[in-house]
């Protein structure tokens, strides 16, 4: 009975916090003992954004701050972290709070408090369990990858990956929501936010397990520090190993996923399921394909990701990444569209066109150079090749000045048919980690 009282209470502190996900920091990184040989790590982080967007028919200046504190506790093979967070933003030109024919468009307070992470894991053996508040996606596959409260099992056995996830979300801690989320400040289109999330925790959750084969291979399954992992993934200049893996076979992996959505907030339940695979293919180049069936009564829908990379590793110490992605979708039933609730592909900087937009197309060129200051460049174009044509075209440039200070700024050109002519966006971003 205690137990069961600990979990109900660790679900409804952690159902009313907001949550940060897309929130890019160096914090993971900058976590130290509070003494000498300690089993307890704290850290902090200030970040700081300036930018401004301009078009014919309008001009816009806004800025991000967000206080970062993070705080984890390793015992044997088990580890809780949390990381609380204030955040403050503003923006010259504040929308309407009614959009005709569209009604509310609601905006986040300009000062509150937020969580980027609550949970607790506990190492296995050749895998690992986390429960609580935390980012999950199935590895190779674009269907889920969302902050959820529930729960995550990643076990190996032998050649055999398992993957379980079980979550619900609900607009207060989604990952492109109002504490990390954009929107605010960037929303260049009339029409107000869609989403398919509801506004109530439990009403929109969704259960899955993918399997995954890889040939050859008899792993231990390594400990992810989901800190500073998920911090990586969104860091736009740490995006290269310092060391190229050379591949030997023609598949790297085979995996087959399986998920269900349901809850009070769809309408009725959704299912996705369909093959991944990994292929090497000649002149090192990799290809990562994804086939998902969408099953809803009357919206049958076949969504195919194809994602080419090529990594280019210089005598002289620089690294360069070509990415070329695809990102389409084939209705089965007559106007039906492909719409997983939890597939947060946010293709762009500004419009974050999700999986609703596809058809896509997005190519990218990364470079990182090994010199003072390791200085990172990228040029990313994406294309909506139906419904209202939008594009952007982003160039990144990033400097690190010391460990845990990194300064980079962005320069976008954004169009699209709801628009009535093109906008240009800049930024600078702040990341201090002490």
Same mark, same amino acid.
């Given at each position: 009975?205690?137990?069961? /009282?600990?979990?109900?209470? *660790? ?23 509070? =003494? ?12 700081? $954004? ?19 504190? !993070? ?6 093979? #088990? ?14 030109? @504040?929308? @309407? ?25 506990? &190492? ?31 076990? $190996? ?9 079980? %979550? ?10 109002? *504490? ?26 969704? $259960? ?44 790297? #992996?085979?995996?087959? /996923?399986?998920?269900?959505? *349901? %809850?009070?907030?769809?309408?009725? &339940?959704?299912?996705?399921? %369909? @093959?991944?695979?990994? /292929? ?20 049958? &829908?076949?969504? =195919? ?12 110490? $620089? ?20 719409? @997983? ?46 419904? &209202? ?8 440039? %990033?400097?690190? /000045? *010391?460990? !845990? ?30």
């Amino acid at each position: 009975m205690k137990n069961k /009282l600990l979990i109900f209470t *660790f679900f409804l502190i952690i159902q009313n916090i907001s949550i940060a996900r897309d929130c890019r920091s160096e914090l993971g990184a900058a976590l130290k003992p509070i =003494y000498s040989n300690a089993p307890v790590y704290w850290g902090m982080e200030l970040s700081t $954004t300036y930018g401004e967007m301009h078009s014919n028919s309008f001009d816009r200046i806004y800025n991000n701050q967000h206080l970062f504190f !993070g705080l984890e506790i390793n015992i044997g093979k #088990n580890r809780l972290y949390l990381e609380p967070a204030l955040k403050y933003w503003d923006r010259s030109d @504040p929308p @309407p709070s009614i959009i005709n024919n569209v009604g509310p468009y609601p905006m986040p307070k300009r000062r509150h408090f937020g969580m980027r992470e609550l949970f607790f894991s506990r &190492n296995l053996n050749n895998g690992n369990l986390t429960f609580g508040l935390q980012s999950m996606e199935f590895s190779g596959s674009s269907i889920l990858d969302e902050k959820v409260i529930g729960i995550n099992i990643d076990k $190996t056995f032998s050649s055999i990956d398992l993957e379980i996830n079980v %979550g619900t979300v609900s607009t207060d801690f989604a990952r492109m929501e109002d *504490f990390c989320g954009t929107r605010h400040v960037y929303r260049i289109i009339k029409r107000g936010p869609f989403s398919l999330i509801s506004d109530k925790t439990g009403e929109t959750n969704f $259960t899955g397990l993918k399997l995954t084969w890889t040939p050859g291979s008899q792993k231990s399954k390594d400990i992810i520090n989901k800190s500073e992992d998920e911090f990586d993934e969104f860091d736009e200049f740490s995006e290269f190993s310092d060391v190229e893996v050379k591949k030997k076979k023609f598949i790297n #992996n085979i995996g087959f /996923l399986m998920m269900r959505e *349901f %809850g009070k907030g769809f309408e009725e &339940n959704k299912i996705y399921i %369909g @093959p991944t695979i990994s /292929l090497s293919l000649p002149f090192s180049i990799e290809l990562n394909n994804e086939l998902i069936y969408q099953y809803i009564s009357k919206d049958q &829908n076949l969504a =195919y990701i194809g994602k080419l990379n090529r990594n280019f590793n210089w005598n002289s110490g $620089t690294l360069t990444q070509l990415s070329l992605n695809y990102f389409g979708s084939f209705g089965i039933n007559a106007g039906s569209r492909f719409y @997983p609730a939890f597939s947060s592909l946010y293709i762009g900087e500004v419009m974050r066109l999700d999986a609703m937009d596809m058809s896509l197309i997005q190519f990218s060129v990364n470079q990182k150079i090994p010199t003072i200051f390791h200085p990172s460049i990228k040029i990313s174009y994406m294309q909506q090749t139906e419904l &209202n044509h939008t594009s952007e075209l982003d160039l990144q440039v %990033g400097l690190q /000045l *010391f460990n !845990g200070f990194k300064i980079w700024g962005i320069y976008g050109i954004i169009n699209s048919d709801e628009l009535d002519d093109k906008v240009d966006m800049m930024k600078i971003e702040v990341r201090w980690a002490f």
